[in-house]
């Protein structure tokens, strides 16, 4: 199984990005989907997840402005970012979970003017 991370850039201070993951791989059907994320100096840190069925769970530092969701389908899961901050700068990693974890590569995003 393979997670592929696309989406993050650099962007300013109250802009959008919306991070995409792909799963690959033998048939796979994670229970969780989601995203963590690494900023220098920190441990990596929970930013949301969704079930198979759809129940999300979001960091207290999200406060509304970020939505993650999933197509069962096509086995992809993204996080739509809007009022982004400079604290929000980190390398994102795909996550996903059935039995065991799986992780992508990351992606950095760069929240700076």
């Known amino acids: 199984v393979q997670l592929q991370a696309s989406g993050g850039g650099l962007v300013q201070p109250g802009g959008s990005l919306r991070l995409s993951c792909a799963a690959s791989?033998?048939?796979?059907?994670?229970?969780?989907m989601g995203w963590y994320r690494q900023a220098p100096g920190k441990q990596r840190a929970l930013v949301a997840t969704?079930?198979?069925?759809?129940?999300?769970n979001y960091a207290d530092f999200v406060e509304g402005r970020f939505t993650i969701s999933r197509d069962n389908a096509k086995l992809t899961v993204d996080l739509q970012m809007n009022s982004l901050k400079p604290e929000d700068t980190a390398v994102y990693y795909c996550?996903?979970?059935?039995?065991?974890?799986?992780w992508g590569q990351g992606t950095l995003v760069t929240v700076s003017s």
């Open positions: 996550y996903a979970f059935r039995g065991r974890a799986y």
């Open positions: 791989g033998k048939i796979f059907s994670p229970h969780v």
């Open positions: 969704i079930t198979a069925v759809g129940i999300t």
